[in-house]
């Protein structure tokens, strides 16, 4: 596999109440270009920070991410990051908020309004473009988020717990659509998530992530795709607890 993102003995370390903490030691991650992967781990293992150092929000200790071949270590605003918390601004409306990255790092924005108008119904948000946050459902403000994170250009997301605050039903929904636009727009996603039907649903690889410092633990190929594996399922959820 020619990786389109690596990443290389990540060190990771912060310091917290005058203690120097290492988070993420000697890390090393890679994905092909189209592939969904799976990061999956318990809670504080360095999960958001590992992505926050892909997205280039912080910088390694030591290590590279070579992305296309090209070290962007610390460079920020190459891949698509959509954060844990990704907030839309409530007095702004979906077409706004979309466009809201572009004008802040004062990109052409002619031409990423005429881009988010062509992609609104693609993310099923052509109805409510003018919409303002709190007119929106839940899932509708997720798919605003994923089409501010895909306005960025790049094809490579990076996806911290999109569906963490959904009710079940619409997470459901969003997954299917995940994996939609990702075959139609061509996506390679690295996406963090706490649950493994998710994991085993949406990717073709899950990491495992464990430890403190975190590190990967175990990899796991789903073995259908796309299907309920409680076999696969009982595995990592036995090898996640092994680590608490
Ligand atoms: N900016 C920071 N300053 C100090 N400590 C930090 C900082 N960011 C993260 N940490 C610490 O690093 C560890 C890993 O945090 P991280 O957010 O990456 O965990 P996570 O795996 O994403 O957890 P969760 O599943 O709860 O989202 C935690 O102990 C956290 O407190
Ligand atoms: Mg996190």
């Known amino acids: 596999m020619t990786p389109i993102l690596s990443a290389t003995r990540i060190t990771k370390s912060f310091l917290h109440a005058g203690k120097m903490t ?11 270009e189209r592939e969904f992967v799976c990061i999956i781990g318990s809670s504080g293992c360095g999960k958001s920070t590992l992505l926050e150092l892909f997205a280039g929000i912080s910088k ?3 290590g590279e991410i070579i992305y296309q071949g090209k070290d962007i270590t610390g460079e920020s605003g190459l891949l698509g990051y959509m954060p844990q918390e990704d907030l839309l601004f409530p007095w702004l409306s979906t077409l706004q908020n979309v466009l809201l990255p572009v004008r802040i790092r004062g990109g052409n924005l002619s031409h990423a309004k005429a881009k988010a108008l062509e992609l609104l119904p693609t993310f099923g948000l052509d109805q409510h473009s003018g919409h303002l946050p709190y007119q929106l459902s839940g899932g509708l403000k ?3 988020a ?4 895909y306005m960025t250009g790049s094809n490579l997301l990076l996806l911290d717990e999109p569906f963490a605050n959904l009710d079940a ?3 459901l929904q969003l997954q299917d659509w995940l994996l939609e636009i990702k075959d139609r727009l061509k996506l390679t996603i690295v996406m963090v998530t706490h ?9 073709d690889r899950i990491m495992v992530m ?3 410092p975190g590190k990967f633990i175990k990899t796991h190929v789903p073995k259908s795709p796309h299907s309920l594996d409680t076999d696969s399922m009982e595995e990592i959820r036995l090898e996640l607890m092994s680590w608490l």
């Open 22 to 32: 290492t988070v993420l030691s000697g890390l090393d991650f890679e994905i092909a």
């Open 169 to 171: 039903l619409t997470r």
């Open 195 to 203: 649950d493994i039907s998710e994991a085993l649903k949406l990717s």
């Open 142 to 144: 997720q798919r605003a």
């Open 210 to 212: 464990g430890g403190s």
């Open 146 to 149: 994923f089409l501010r994170t």
């Open 60 to 62: 390694p200790d030591s």
